[in-house]
């Protein structure tokens, strides 16, 4: 799983910072790799609004999964150890959980007659 970081606010009507004063627009910097990139520009966008008490920006984390379709033909149905030495085969990234469950129903009912074959779906 990776993240990505947004600095994200603007000027409200009041300090309860739920509407935008009239005019104003929400703001969205971004995205940063890191959270210190989001901190330097969040600093920077503070300091320039810092005699304004409507002015309000926050850090936002956005994660993004992949999804992995996981599996092969194992050698017993404790499903632990890929047969002939293999190694798990790994389909994927697919951005959507349901893009990958189609390729897991595709792989689970190609191989539905035998038992030591599995399929899973794993995020990251």
Same mark, same amino acid.
């Not at 379709?69 to 632990?80: A, H, I, L, M, P």
């Given at each position: 799983?990776?993240?990505?970081? /947004?600095?994200?606010?603007?000027? #409200? $009507?009041?300090?309860?910072? $739920?509407?935008?004063?009239?005019?104003?627009?929400?703001?969205?910097?971004?995205?940063?790799?890191? #959270?210190?990139?989001?901190?330097?520009?969040?600093?920077?966008k503070s300091?320039?609004?810092?005699?304004?008490?409507?002015?309000?920006? #926050?850090?936002?984390?956005?994660?993004?999964?992949?999804?992995?379709?996981?599996?092969?033909? #194992?050698?017993?149905?404790?499903?632990? $150890?890929?047969?002939?030495?293999? $190694?798990?085969?790994?389909i994927g990234?697919?951005?959507?959980?349901?893009?990958?469950?189609?390729? /897991?129903k595709s792989?689970?009912?190609?191989? *539905?007659?035998?038992?030591?074959?599995?399929?899973?779906?794993?995020? *990251?």
């Amino acid at each position: 799983m990776s993240d990505l970081f /947004w600095v994200r606010g603007g000027i #409200y $009507t009041n300090t309860d910072f $739920t509407t935008l004063a009239p005019g104003q627009k929400h703001i969205d910097l971004g995205p940063f790799d890191t #959270y210190e990139e989001a901190v330097a520009v969040w600093r920077g966008k503070s300091m320039e609004h810092v005699d304004d008490a409507y002015a309000r920006f #926050y850090i936002q984390r956005e994660q993004h999964v992949e999804y992995w379709v996981v599996g092969g033909v #194992y050698t017993d149905t404790s499903f632990k $150890t890929i047969a002939g030495g293999l $190694t798990e085969t790994r389909i994927g990234p697919f951005d959507s959980l349901e893009d990958a469950k189609l390729e /897991w129903k595709s792989r689970a009912m190609a191989s *539905v007659d035998d038992a030591c074959a599995r399929f899973r779906i794993d995020s *990251v």
